[in-house]
């Protein structure tokens, strides 16, 4: 069973990966109406895999015996000024997006979670590669 406070940071996470997966499709339509089909398509990727964290993470609280709480999910930007400005604020949301998957590691660190510090481990991995 996680305990209440790791349950609602991974509940709050799941959104973070679903508003991300809404951002780069936002981006992608983005670059779509501009004829940038190679940049939109690569957005696009971008967006199926944040889904699929937060599907992961989704998976994850369910097996843990715990509740999954879904809430609002924040409306991304739709307009850009320059195509280089997505990709920007991409670079810049992977960064806060690496910062609170790191608060959540701590905080298991702190509850003695380890189950949920190894799942997290892979999140961590997979932001560096980003």
Known sequence: MLKPEIQESLNAQIIREMYSSNLYLSMAAYYASNNLNGFANW??????????????????????NGKVEL????????????????????????QLISSQINEI???AFRLKDYATVSFLNWFADEQVEE
Not at 75 to 92: G, L, N, R, V
């Open 71 to 94: 809430n609002q999910i924040p409306a991304p930007p739709t307009t850009w000024q320059a195509p280089i400005e997505p990709f920007e604020d991409s670079y810049k949301h992977e």
């Open 43 to 64: 957005m696009r990727l971008q967006a199926e895999e944040e889904l699929m964290h937060a599907l992961k993470i989704f998976d994850y609280v369910l097996n843990r």
């Open 105 to 107: 590691q701590d905080i």
